[in-house]
């Protein structure tokens, strides 16, 4: 019979439990700290660190360098809290924390991440906190605090340092200078910061230990046994959360500790600090963050807390006197709340000490896309496949409807969301893109939530529509359908949001006829056939010299109709035809000298002429407008079955969403709107 309790203590790292778990003297600690003063770190400076172990890419969006802080990507966690989309908030966030961690001023501050509900900013305070423990049980990221040991007098029994304070703490000020630069000299290329002093009940302990043994300090730190500190948002250490609840059933002591009634009968006095819980959220979240979800909701009573908290890093628990602090202290919220808290004039003195980080909603179309398939994809979702573009599509209506009107009257709606996305339009500069970016103050405060997107692409998975498959339709359908009752949307911007519907409708129709075309002219060997025609006409062209005829064996004049029918396919003007083949041919020149050989698909423009070109050869000997008839012939029937072939093996539809592409876009062609 198997021993399960074995083979699941076999899973444990005995090695990692020890290093987690970590006891010494106060002696042992000091050598500890002399051998990596980093160990001594601010809560900022560790918090800093943490997201620079992750690594950072660097990057020329627009001509301006940006950073991308791997943290985000939450790698380490399978994506699940991942970011997607805002390097820049990001980057000012960080920012943010590398001042802090100098010393600049930042860390006398309220970090108060500010904008539209589902924008992230939970997210990215998780993450912090999650990364904040993982980084604590890593061997760069150790911290330490100290545990009292019982002396049968001051203490009958152990006494955690409640605030999970730093050991050399136990170090008196006066002594602090000499012993630090000795522990820690300026070659080692880290100060120990300034600590502070000691929660009031250790202070009490330290004094009435030094009394008990007249003043002999290696005595008192005897009783003193220094442990690994790790952090744990589930056992409330290192990590606090406040979230606003009815005013009648909280109060200030949940921020700074209360007194503990059962222990007034053992220390005889409520003034005793060992009678005092210090277990507040400030006081639980010293050396590490605290979190305040939707900050501006809290009574006026808890904000006056944040005042000391932030500029002094000091609280005043009741009854004792002000206690010093080491957190990162962050909170988030809306608009409506952030702009209540502009017009109080009865708190300037907050508004003083907030730095605010927007964190707006994504306004790149691929980076939307992402959050989309982080939720839905073939891992996740059992029994029904997502046709092609049904999630782009859901992005692009999200992401529209959170741009601003362009106020150039020569660019669309449209347009600009290619722009944005990287897409390049003719007389459009990256100049032009930042001058877009600039003028558009408001973007991304305002639009459609990703949650909103996210229901009803569940909405539509769950539907009985589709057996197999959800298409884009199934999806913008719900999404309009939802928009009636959305509390969040009023009537102008939903009248907005449905024309949004019908130009995203319109893009996904040019899409789909666009990928019906190449599936129909994607016969490769058709392809180079007329590529190495094209390519020998254009030859004899640019060097005036004639061709010879395969069939009849004479030289003629180079085709120019077959050149110009496949020239005209990308818009290149009969003025412009010249330079066109001249750059053709002294591309394939350049390859030659690399000793590389010319494919049209090296040159994206010349692969989309010649494809356009086959399909209006081919396309009436297909006669997709049939499949909108009930009497297809067999020699169509089979023709359809290989475009069909081919926009499941090279578009990755599956039988029945490239049916329905199938069918939808020969009902165009039926109406006579295909698009050359």
Known sequence: MANWTEKIAALQDKKEYAELNWEGSFDEYLELVRNNPRVTRTAYQRLYDMIL????????????????????????????????????????????????????????????????????????????????????SSPEGACYTYVWQPDGDVLKEKFRSPMNEEPLKLIPQEWRAKIFADIAPPEKGFTIPELGELNPACRFIFKQMMQKYDGDFAKVMKHVRVQRLIFSEKDRIGIGTFQPKDEKNQDATELTGDINYRKIAEYGSDSDPRAFNFDGEFNIANRGIIEFVEMLKLDVAFLYDLLGASQEHKIKPKKFPQTDIDEVIIGHTNEPEFKKLENNEFMEALRDRTVKIDIPYITKLSEEQKIYEKEFNSRRIKGKNIAPHTLEMAAMWAVLTRLEEPKKHNLSVLQKLKLYNGKTLPNFTEDNIKELRKEAGREGLEGI?????????????????????????????????????????????????????????????????????????????????????????????????????????????????LMRSIEEKIDIPDSRKDDFRREIMNYIGALAIEGRTFNYRTNERLQKALELKLFEDQKDSIKLKTLVSSVVDKETQEKIDVVRGRLIKNFGYDEESATDVLNFVASIFARGDAKE
């Open 53 to 136: 172990s992750h690594g950072k890419t660097e990057y020329i969006d627009n001509k301006k360098k940006l950073i991308r802080y791997h943290f985000f990507s939450d790698e380490k966690n399978g994506g699940r809290d991942a970011v997607f989309g805002l390097d820049v908030p990001l980057m000012k966030l960080v920012n943010v924390f590398k001042s802090a961690s100098l010393g600049y001023g930042t860390e006398k501050r309220v970090i108060l991440l500010h904008g539209p509900v589902g924008s992230s900013k939970s997210t990215i305070v998780r993450s912090l906190k999650r990364g904040l423990e993982q980084y604590a």
């Open 449 to 561: 939530s990703p949650r909103y997107i996210q229901d009803k692409i569940s909405n539509a998975l769950v539907s009985d529509k589709s057996e197999m498959s959800i298409n884009p339709f199934m999806v913008l359908n719900e999404l309009e359908a939802g928009l009636k009752g959305h509390s969040l949307v009023n009537e102008e911007a939903r009248k907005r949001f449905r024309e949004l519907l019908n130009v995203t409708k319109q893009e996904y129709e040019d899409i789909v006829k666009n990928e019906v075309q190449r599936a129909i002219s994607a016969d490769e060997d058709a392809i180079q056939k007329l590529c190495g025609n094209y390519i020998d006409n254009v030859k004899a062209y640019t060097q005036k010299e004639k061709i010879k005829n395969k069939y009849t064996g004479l030289y003629e004049e180079p085709d120019e109709r």
